[in-house]
């Protein structure tokens, strides 16, 4: 049975740093991708990061590039989302995905190309 176990998250202020991290048991991801997905309260799910892991490449959203970095261990099929200056409308729930298949470059982005998902943690950002 697959599980994507996440961590960290919680209460921080605007202009902090935050960490998320996810750990997936169960199976490999070497063939596809770990990464991010966001959803805000009243808001529609949005893509954040992934790491693609063949060949290795990551892809941001526009919202998170520069400002979030998303790393991971293959080995130990672990993914990392690491948020800098954060801001009140960064809160939501963070969700950890991972898909066992390639995805192509407009693929990772999409929610739709993810399996498994984890429970969700959640970001909030205050002014």
């Known amino acids: 049975q697959v599980r994507l176990i996440q961590s960290g998250g919680g209460l921080v202020q605007a202009g902090d740093s935050a960490n998320l991290s996810c750990l997936a048991t169960?199976?490999?991801?070497?063939?596809?991708?770990l990464g991010w997905f966001r959803q805000a309260p009243g808001k529609e799910r949005e893509f954040v990061g992934v790491?693609?892991?063949?060949?290795?490449?990551?892809f941001y959203s526009e919202f998170a590039e520069g400002r979030f970095t998303v790393s991971g261990d293959i080995a130990k099929n672990t993914v990392n989302l690491q948020m800098n200056s954060l801001k009140p409308e960064d809160t939501a729930f963070y969700y950890c995905?991972?898909?066992?298949?390639?995805?192509?470059?407009?693929?990772?982005?999409?929610?739709?190309?993810?399996?498994?998902w984890g429970q969700g943690t959640q970001v909030t950002v205050s002014s």
């Open positions: 790491i693609r892991w063949t060949p290795v490449t990551t």
């Open positions: 169960g199976r490999g991801f070497n063939e596809g991708a």
């Open positions: 995905v991972a898909s066992e298949v390639y995805c192509s470059d407009y693929g990772c982005r999409s929610a739709s190309n993810y399996h498994y």
